[in-house]
């Protein structure tokens, strides 16, 4: 074997990115039969074809919300607008003009934004560092999501509450499902919510990008599993009583993989590789994900169906099918009243299906050759009454946005091949029989009144109806084959005699009433070296279906492995899960001023006597080890604006720190206004190394 590092004797290969770049030529944003196809449709009324491609070739400007479910949001608002807005009011940086940033009007609270910059702009003009900077790191810590306008707008008609089971059928790469995370948690600042998000996705690489996204917010309340969402098994809990029920959800999110013409103004490639041919391959997969959805679905619950696609084959054609096939069951909901400054169009109930640019009217009429046609491409018969005005079409000129469908959808009765829809039906057919049957009773008693003829000879026709549990049970689905995925760690729950407990609940002071059975880990022998906590549903769910279900991950960290010496514990406190189990903490705590914080954000193993003078004390009367830091302004001011924070941090022999990631000390420094200025360009810790601000 040759020596490491060996140079390679041959020709050097050429790496100028930017001289290759040169040689592609700019793509051509136009496409003909794209425009010929839906001048057809007539999904875009006639005045307004051409704002629609002109505002297709431009680009999309860049969007991002301020993440709702921490009380930290209208802080993070307040800082944006005073000290980063104020700088972009049309002005032009570098040749590029800057309009004045603004909220999206029919998003709550002003915590969605629209700037009049693209992506790459704020990525590489000089003078917009400073908001590129503050996009990145609260977007890595979590409170802000760089998120497409149009993809905003499912979870909000979703009205998600915390005691919501929800279901994300088809959630990579994840940024609506954090919208749903967020919105179970809303109204929450200590403790977790009864309800959940089952985020799911069929590409195994693509639910570890959900990892990421989910893992920012800090929440006990989300699972991420890898299935195929047509064929998402029935999962079977067990009630109070012991009973078995099958598990179904209040709100379901199907936004379906589509042809994904509406991202045009950010896929390029689209212009030059469109074709008819992606929505035809799909619409039978968008069928069957949609029907399981309404399978799983909840009777009184709602399932939005979305795509980023303007066809309706993948949009109508699909909702129209399974609300025919669903004999009223299911309806779709009014949604003028929703959102009302949200500019939009009705959906359409008649389009054409196209074989070769010419319309066809019924699967009869499709060649031979041609295998991706199906019926339910075409409008039912019944398409009149189905209401699908009440669908949302949203084109790019209206909201200076890419293109996306969404259909509200409401479960009102059992669905009729469903155990208990056919339960009922046979109830209602028995029931008419009986009506026919007293009416011909009544005649015959008649009868034998008159003509002396024996009861006995009356047939008793009522039939009787089995009886069924009270949940609907959906039908059983094949199990889904895995291949080239990782085989995952298991998910080890703790009992009540685990080891490492009592070191743990005696060090910090953790009450009887902590959920223990709801924390664990993810290996069977060895080390813990993390522990996890998830609220009682996930732990139900994660527990009873091991086998049916292939879970990738779920919980937050409350607690690390730290092995230092001469510490009575070996666990330190994590800052991800803070939040969820101070309430269960009795010991560990110390007060500290908004000086303190200042100094430990700012300073790495600041030594103690730094701190103020209660604070030194308090520290050094607890043992080395994890300590919490609990800021509460309103013990030094009443009128404070600033937010209480607990800062999980370590008391050393002579020193103290901080576990606070980088990005969350910047987003701390900011909503507490006690970021260094500008012209400082390193923050200084004890032993003189620096951090880069």
Not at 508 to 530: A, H, S, W
Request: charged fraction near 30%; aromatic fraction near 8%.
């Amino acid at each position: 074997m040759g020596k490491r590092g060996k140079k390679h004797n041959g020709p050097k290969r050429q790496r100028n990115w930017c001289k290759q770049k040169e040689h592609y030529p700019d793509i051509e944003k136009k496409n003909i039969e794209f425009e010929k196809y839906y001048k057809a449709q007539e999904i875009v009324p006639v005045s307004e074809w051409e704002q629609f491609i002109a505002t297709l070739q431009k680009p999309l400007p860049a969007t991002f919300r301020i993440t709702g479910f921490r009380s930290h949001a209208k802080h993070l608002l307040k800082f944006l607008k005073s000290h980063l807005f104020t700088d972009l009011l049309g002005d032009a940086i570098d040749g590029v003009q800057i309009d004045k940033p603004k909220p999206i009007s029919w998003y709550p609270d002003e915590l969605a934004w629209q700037l009049s910059l693209t992506r790459t702009n704020i990525r590489k003009v000089p003078g917009l560092e400073n908001l590129h900077k503050f996009l990145v790191e609260e977007t890595e810590s979590g409170n802000i999501s760089r998120q497409e306008l149009v993809s905003m707008i499912p979870p909000l008609l979703m009205d998600v509450k915390p005691h919501h089971r929800v279901l994300d059928m088809c959630a990579a790469p994840g940024s609506k499902t954090a919208q749903l995370i967020e919105m179970l948690h809303a109204e929450q600042t200590e403790g977790w919510p009864e309800g959940f998000v089952m985020a799911n996705d069929s590409d195994n690489k693509r639910c570890y990008i959900m990892v990421h996204q989910a893992k920012r917010l800090n929440s006990p309340c989300f699972m991420i599993v890898n299935q195929d969402a047509s064929l998402m098994p029935t999962l079977m809990l067990t009630g109070k009583e012991g009973n078995k029920y099958p598990l179904q959800f209040d709100r379901i999110l199907c936004d379906v993989p589509c042809s994904g013409d509406g991202t045009l103004r950010k896929n390029y490639m689209i212009w030059k590789k469109w074709n008819l041919g992606s929505a035809l391959n799909l619409h039978s997969l968008q069928y069957r994900i949609l029907l399981r959805g309404v399978e799983l679905l909840k009777v009184g619950g709602r399932l939005i169906y979305s795509t980023c696609s303007f066809n309706p084959i993948e949009n109508e054609a699909v909702v129209a099918a399974i609300l025919h096939k669903s004999q009223g069951s299911i309806e779709l909901v009014e949604t003028s009243a929703m959102l009302p400054e949200l500019r939009r169009m009705p959906g359409i109930s008649s389009w054409k299906v196209l074989v070769d640019g010419k319309e066809i009217h019924t699967l009869d009429e499709v060649p031979e050759n041609e295998t991706r046609y199906r019926t339910t491409m075409w409008p039912p018969e019944n398409v009149d009454k189905l209401n699908l005005q009440r669908c949302i079409r949203m084109l790019p000129h209206h909201e200076d946005s890419g293109g996306f469908f969404v259909a509200v959808i409401e479960k009102t009765d059992h669905l009729p091949w469903s155990k208990l829809g056919r339960a009922k039906k046979e109830e209602t057919h028995s029931q008419a029989e009986d009506a026919d049957n007293k009416s011909e009773t009544s005649q015959i008693k008649k009868m034998e009144t008159d003509c002396g003829r024996d009861k006995t000879d009356i047939p008793d026709k009522k039939r009787e109806v089995d009886d069924h549990s009270e949940a609907e049970m959906v039908p059983k689905c094949k199990k889904m084959k895995y291949q080239n995925v990782y085989k995952e760690d298991p998910f080890v729950f703790f009992k009540d005699d685990v080891e490492i407990w009592p070191s743990i609940q005696s060090f910090y002071g953790v009450i009887d009433e902590f959920p223990l059975n709801q924390m664990f880990t993810r290996c069977y022998v060895g080390k813990k070296r993390n522990l996890y906590m998830v609220n009682s549903a996930v732990c139900q769910i994660v527990k009873l279906c091991e086998g049916k279900l292939k879970v990738i991950n779920c919980g937050v960290k409350v607690w690390s492995r730290s092995d230092a010496k001469g510490v009575e514990c070996d666990f330190r406190l994590a800052q991800d899960g803070i939040y969820c189990i101070y309430p269960y903490l009795t010991c560990r705590k110390v007060d500290i001023t908004r000086d303190d914080v200042r100094v430990l954000l700012t300073e790495e193993n600041p030594f103690s006597s730094k701190l103020f003078k209660d604070t030194k004390t308090a520290i050094e009367a607890l043992a080395q080890g994890s300590v919490i830091f609990v800021y509460d302004p309103k013990k030094f001011n009443k009128d404070s604006q600033d937010l209480v924070l607990y800062i999980v941090g370590w008391r050393g022999k002579a020193s103290v720190r901080s576990f606070v990631p980088k990005g969350d000390r910047f987003h701390i420094l900011r909503l507490c206004d006690m970021l260094p200025d500008v012209t400082d360009k390193v923050i200084v810790n004890a032993a003189g190394k620096s951090l880069d601000v």
